[in-house]
Nanobody, 119 residues
Framework: QVQLVESGGGLVQTGGSLRLSCAAS????????MSWFRQAPGKEREFVAS????????NYADSVKGRFTISRDRAKNTVYLQMNSLKPEDTAVYYC????????????WGQGIQVTVSS
């Protein structure tokens, strides 16, 4: 059974930092793209950042470039999102996603974790 478990969220002041973790289990993720999405109240879920598990190539939404860093630890099967210089508009529920595309499409989601940035 595939599981993505997020941790590390919480309440932080503007300008502060948090590091989110996504622990993946239940299968091999070497061919997956791991991503973070977020959803603020009343808004649609939006892409934040992604990393190719094997090549370590990364992509970021313009709104977080230069402030957030996505990384992964193969040995721990864990993906991280280091968030610096946080702003109130970063407040959202953050979700971890694992996506395998191509001839076979598989997508898994974590349960989400709250990040709140106070002004």
């Amino acid at each position: 059974q595939v599981q993505l478990v997020e941790s590390g969220g919480g309440l932080v002041q503007t300008g502060g930092s948090l590091r989110l973790s996504c622990a993946a289990s239940g299968r091999t993720f070497s061919r997956f793209v791991m991503s973070w999405f977020r959803q603020a109240p009343g808004k649609e879920r939006e892409f934040v950042a992604s990393i190719n598990w094997s090549s370590v190539s990364t992509n970021y939404a313009d709104s977080v470039k230069g402030r957030f860093t996505i990384s992964r630890d193969r040995a721990k099967n864990t993906v991280y999102l280091q968030m610096n210089s946080l702003k109130p508009e970063d407040t959202a529920v953050y979700y971890c996603n694992a996506l395998l595309s191509g001839s076979t499409l598989m997508s898994y989601w974590g349960q989400g974790i709250q990040v709140t940035v106070s002004s």
